[in-house]
């Protein structure tokens, strides 16, 4: 059964930092693509950043490309997001998604498996 917990969610000041986790267990990590995606209250799901299997390739959101890095570490199942000068817009619920593939990019219908979820609320 596979499984992915994410840990690090939180309240922040606007313009500070949040690095989230993602754990990952029963599949084998380092064949597919991981993602992270994020849904705001009374908005949809949204993607946010995806990472080959590899972990050298990526790819960001408009909205938050320069600001977060997605990293991966195989040798420890886990996958990271490190959220860097966050704005108010920034708050939602950050999920932690594995990919049906190598490389699934920004399509939530090519993860398979979800995280529950972890909260980010930045203040003004």
């Known amino acids: 059964q596979v499984q992915l917990v994410e840990s690090g969610g939180g309240l922040v000041q606007a313009g500070g930092s949040v690095r989230l986790s993602c754990a990952a267990s029963g599949r084998t990590f380092s064949s597919y693509g991981m993602g992270w995606f994020r849904q705001a209250p009374g908005k949809e799901r949204e993607f946010v950043a995806a990472?080959?299997?590899?972990?050298?390739?990526?790819y960001y959101a408009d909205s938050v490309r320069g600001r977060f890095t997605i990293s991966r570490d195989n040798a420890e199942n886990t996958m990271a997001l490190q959220m860097n000068s966050l704005k108010p817009e920034d708050t939602a619920v950050y999920y932690c998604?594995?990919?049906?593939?190598?490389?699934?990019?920004?399509?939530?219908?090519?993860?398979?498996?979800w995280g529950q979820g972890t909260h980010v609320t930045v203040s003004s």
């Open positions: 990472i080959d299997s590899s972990g050298r390739s990526t």
């Open positions: 998604a594995s990919g049906s593939h190598y490389f699934s990019g920004t399509s939530s219908a090519l993860y398979d498996y």
